[in-house]
């Protein structure tokens, strides 16, 4: 090899940087600088395995495979550069430049197989494309044949003005039919000796690989089976000195404390049941989805007793004024004290100011078409479980108060949060009446401006009564009319059947005969 030999190239961009730099490749190893600053990365040649040259997005790239089992990708090259770049990797590191050529036809089915740290994805035994496992977040099984990968976001570490100007892949679906192949049943069995499903082999492959779910050292405490409201399932929580686990069936997340927004401690009314709510910045993705809150359901009546798994040393080194070395408490209690020790984040929960009608420190109520909680805490409102909505109060315009369609006999009415700035509204529903004034003098108390509605339908309804029974006696007195109208119609057309008129004979007689007297007289005689 040539000794004291450099060649360099510029406008280099190293592992897919934004920005180019200068590179130099020397006997002892090679280094690459941005051109934006900063420290120079160097590698070792001793480090170097092997070296392929392909064609790239910003012309041609570099790969250099290193004995680890990790890879570093430079590209910016243009074609005239690979005989120089040959040349200066044969001489300083004794390495022969592959050329490697993609696949191009487009076929989206091929066959899958590691590299080193990469998932290739072959088409006629020619590389289609390649993961980085390093960019893998997580990976599930979705169905007995498919298997999901999602990937870390730009704003998954914090920078989010630049994920806004970015896109970027999120998430990507390998669908694996049939069973394991031969050569790797005797990693797939399983405890009967049957082969799994092949896309059970690929999601365990990419699992260990990954390193998915992986954490050093041992958990200092675990929680088992704890039933998640959101999202829903059931999770194993371990918790360690950096991060948390969630270990479920289907779905495995590792999660730093700093993405720990807020922590909150929520009986529910019924007594029975403690929620504990974690918010994390960023979101959990499951799928598409994201959840910016955890919410897990406790027992209230459960009890732990918890040994730290800590030896003594570090406990009174680390962890002394945050945790306690044992714990016999209910179960949310634990949790609790655990999760503020371990995140330095203060355990919110229900004002002291705010009892429902009957005592409860929480309301039962919807939104839109799901039903859970609403929580008053000091500086701000919660609802829980689905969607979990944590609203400010400094967010809160005002509140308006409205009855369910406006009927006199309604039970419940509904409450809507109008926020500032032009963030919209929140609206509740299904709230009992009951809690209508303990709300009310809650909200007075923290100077949110409240708009009954509810006082002006009552006086509406009072007016509309009034205006209603007016118009019902007015009716009435019409038919009571009309019927004495046709009453006496009646009698002046109707003859009266029973009445029975004596003959006109009988009558002369008796007026005209000048014997009627005497005759008159002799009968009344004879009567008596």
Same mark, same amino acid.
């Given at each position: 090899m040539v000794e004291n030999k450099i060649t360099q190239f510029d406008n280099i961009y190293f592992n897919l940087s934004k920005s180019h730099g200068k590179l130099r490749l020397a006997s002892s190893g090679l280094g690459w600088k941005s051109s934006t600053g900063g420290n120079p990365i160097t590698i070792a040649s001793s480090d170097l395995k092997r070296a392929t040259w392909s064609k790239a997005a910003r012309g041609y790239e570099c790969k250099l495979i290193l004995r680890k089992g990790d890879f570093i990708r430079m590209d910016g090259f243009q074609e005239e550069d690979q005989r120089s770049l040959e040349e200066a990797l044969k001489d300083n590191f004794g390495l022969s430049m592959e050329l490697k050529e993609h696949a191009i036809r487009g076929w989206n089915w091929g066959k899958t197989e590691f590299d080193g740290q990469e998932l290739v994805f072959n088409v006629s035994q020619k590389p289609a494309f390649e993961i980085p496992l390093s960019t893998v977040a997580n990976t599930n099984l979705s169905g007995k044949n498919e298997v999901v990968l999602e990937f870390a976001l730009p704003g998954d570490a914090g920078d989010k003005e630049e994920a806004a100007d970015m896109d970027e892949l999120v998430e990507m679906r390998f669908f694996v039919p049939g069973q394991a192949n031969n050569e790797d049943a005797s990693d797939n069995e399983t405890e009967d000796g049957e082969q799994v499903d092949a896309a059970t082999a690929l999601y365990n492959a990419i699992k260990d690989?990954?390193?998915? +779910?992986?954490?050093a050292g041992e958990s200092i405490v675990t929680f088992s089976d704890t039933l998640f409201l959101t999202p829903? +399932?059931?999770?194993?929580?371990?918790?360690?000195?950096?991060?948390?686990?969630?270990r479920g069936k289907t779905y495995d997340y590792t999660l730093p404390y700093t993405s720990i927004s807020r922590l909150f401690l929520l009986p529910k009314p019924d007594l029975q049941h403690i929620l504990f709510v974690v918010g994390l910045e960023p979101p959990l993705r499951q799928g598409q989805t994201r959840y910016p809150f955890l919410v897990a359901q406790v027992p209230g009546e459960e009890e732990s007793e918890v040994e730290l798994n800590l030896e003594d040393d570090v406990f009174e080194r680390e962890y002394k004024d945050k945790l306690q070395k044992k714990y016999d408490q209910p179960t949310y209690e634990v949790m609790g004290s655990l999760f503020k020790g371990l995140t330095s984040k203060k355990v919110i929960t229900p004002s002291v100011s705010f009892r429902g009608a009957h005592g409860q420190e929480g309301i039962k109520c919807s939104m839109k078409a799901n039903e859970g909680h609403f929580f008053c805490l000091d500086k701000s409102f919660l609802f829980v479980p689905k969607p979990t909505t944590y609203v400010p109060i400094s967010d809160v315009s005002y509140v308006t108060l409205s009855r369910v369609g406006g009927g006199s006999a309604s039970r419940t009415f509904d409450l809507t949060f109008t926020l500032s700035g032009s963030k919209g509204e929140i609206a509740l529903s299904n709230i009992n009446k009951e809690e209508q004034s303990p709300l009310i003098t809650y909200l007075k108390s923290k100077s949110i401006k409240v708009k009954n509605e509810m006082t002006e339908d009552t006086t509406q309804l009072i007016k509309q009564a009034l205006a209603e029974e007016a118009d019902m006696s007015d009716d009435d007195e019409d038919v009571?009319?009309?019927?004495?109208?046709? +009453?006496?119609?009646?009698?002046?057309? *109707?003859p009266d059947e029973d009445f029975a008129a004596d003959d006109d004979s009988d009558d002369d007689?008796?007026?005209?005969?000048?014997?009627? *007297?005497?005759?008159?007289? +002799?009968?009344?005689?004879?009567?008596?």
């Open positions: 690989k990954a390193d998915i +779910g992986a954490v829903r +399932g059931r999770y194993d929580i371990d918790l360690y000195p950096s991060s948390l686990r969630l009571v009319m009309k019927e004495r109208g046709a +009453g006496d119609d009646e009698d002046e057309e *109707s007689a008796l007026e005209y005969d000048s014997d009627a *007297s005497v005759a008159s007289s +002799g009968d009344e005689e004879d009567d008596e």
